[in-house]
């Protein structure tokens, strides 16, 4: 596809998309969000991309093949399973290593540890795949051509 | 309003064996987006339909709060709308590439596995 | 706990890192041998655990049952494991050499790794939700392996073998939405409770209707198994043979599992259908097996024999059938890998797979002819074979039961499944060749797997004491899982 107007929105919108996905991210603990529709935004912003300037921008832009990244969020999923059945003898248990319990009971702290990890590879994993299939499909269709 | 969601979800079943049975890869595609639609909502009545709050928890408490809704079917039909996605995309790639590469879109003209002339 | 997450862990774990090493092949087979390596140690020590103390569950992140998600692993599923790490171990060696470039490249072993997960992670799943979740994850690799080689006849194959599991996975979702509103659980040992004298009512048995339709659809029984013959023939022998040993075995066992723990197996509704089902899935299969032309096709309908007479044991449903029902499940799991690795061995000595066309590997392959021999007197349940006892023991169940209709057609069964088979065996070893063999000789990677199968499948029979121990303490607490849902739940009541 070659339109100005796309393109040119395309290169306000996709930083605006992907700090957002990273907002949803981080607020998905305690709110609605998460490393899912984090990762589909982050997609979104990519798929524009490839959408206005072509798959192969969209993969300069990505720096890393989509599957690559899919393998390092799982990598990242297991491994923060594997934490917390380390730490504290429970597949997937959640680990707070940087939380602090204060002399009158409150919490403290960081609240960074397994969990975030976890949503980080599924945020990676989303990415990845949905970029993966997408980009493929892409080239089946045969419409890009650049 | 449970019983109009029921006769939803047998319209919805109903559409989908019909496209699914029409032969060809797109409406066979059409038609499992229907069904798994169909199946999210059988989950969904299934948890009972009631007035119920969002179950979220503040953070002044440890639990939810009263008369929130049932969580478990949501967090149910959320995993099975992500696997469902997931096998889409998958049976959308193959069905394009079965149209390039075996050249149809019927079922029935896919006789490559399974030759007519088997003597 | 890390017993029961490992079978599970470490194939994921092996998917990923062949998914990040997957620019080199050399990388990729390492890290998938040892991989499968240690997932068929980690399958025997988790055996050994339960053989002693009985069976273990563990909760996902420290959420208690019957909220959370469980892993739970018996007798039977913690053998159902260890044999699934063998045959993987012996897959991916035969892997080597049978997979061509192509297929490695596009990602072979990350798929067969993320199989072996699902096929596991089904035999441990603690709750229904949980048991679908690993249907699709089996589905999916399944998938990819059947497409990576990317042939028309494999696209073909694969859409044929995606509608319809698609469909079945569609079903039991459904079913497990109605058990879920009938019930208000979905841990397997909690619904044991909660559905206690409830197997006659609509809701359950609309529910029970649904997750057999699905398993069934998954272990090929009539009129549900259009899938199997259409697919299994199409992608490498390697695949092949994962598939047969594994997947619908997997739909045997949640079938065994939910259907004694859930629903009830002796329901006459279940019962009556499991009966005729079984009986017809066993005459298709016979009479595909005996018709095809094509090596692989042949199998596949003997797949669904084996399938049929598993079928048939669950139809009488008494504590001896089921014996004989889960023996002959284990057993299976390896003949059936052996079998189909036999014929990917002789297929790759004759250059074809049509029998009309092969021929004359006796004078040039009697080894590779006496260990086929073998395979084939395990497939048909001749002794010494390990093929031969779990007949027995059905036959025996049916008599006492005087089920005079199923001991016949167990018999015609194995009889016809003598004669598929030695049909194959004088094609490919006695006939006339038509054309010259390509003159190859067996590599290591592909004899060696082959041989390793051929004497378990002989070992398994002379010294059966093994797994019909195994399954006389299975079907007793298939039976009466007491103590299966008081390891899951707790003592409390």
Redesign the interface.
Known sequence: MNSLVLSTITRILAPLLLVFSVFILLRGH??PGGG?IGGLIAAIAFILISKAEGRRQAMVALRVRP??I???G??MA?VA??W??IA???????IWPLIVYNADGSKGGLPIGSILLFDLGVFLVVIG?VCG?FF??EK??GEDTD | MDILLTLVTGVLVAGASYLMMAGTLVRFLLGLVLISNAVNLIIFVSGRLTYAGPP?ID?ASKTVAEGAANSLPQALILTAI?IGF?LF??T??LS??AY?QLGTDAADEMREAEPEDRT | ??LL?SPI?IP??T???C??L?DSRAAMRVVSLLGTFALAYAGALLYLNVETAGPIS?????WDGPFGITLVADLLSATLVMLTGLVGLFVVIFGYSDLTFGEERNGHMVFAQVLLAGVCGAFLAGDLFNLYVWFEVMLIASFGLLVVGGKSIQIDGAVKYVGLNLIATTAMLAGIGLIYGASGGLNLAHLHQLLDGRSGEPAVLMAAALLLFAFATKSAMFPLFFWLPAAYHTPSHTTSTLFAALLTKVGVYTLLRVFTLVFDLQHPLIQSLLWVSGVLTLAVGVFGAIHEVQARRVLAFLVMVSIGIMTLGMAAGDVAALKGTLLYLMQTLIVTAALFMAVGCVAYLSGTERLDEMGGLWRSHPVVGGLFVLVMLGVAGIPPTSGFWPKVVLIDAFASEQHWGLVIAVALGSLGTLYAVMRLFSAAFWQEPKAPLPGLMLDFNRAAPMTALAVLVVGLGVSAEFLIQVADSASASLMDPKLYVERVLGARE
């Open positions: 305690n709110d899912f599957l690559s899919a393998g390092t799982l990598l297991i399973g594997f917390g059945l504290k003898g429970a597949f997937l248990k959640g795949g299939i493929n499909l089946a269709v | 979220l953070s992500v997931g995309a998958f959308l790639a394009l590439r390039s | 706990m890390t997450i862990a994921l774990l998917a990923t890192l998914l990040l997957r563990a909760q996902m992140g420290g």
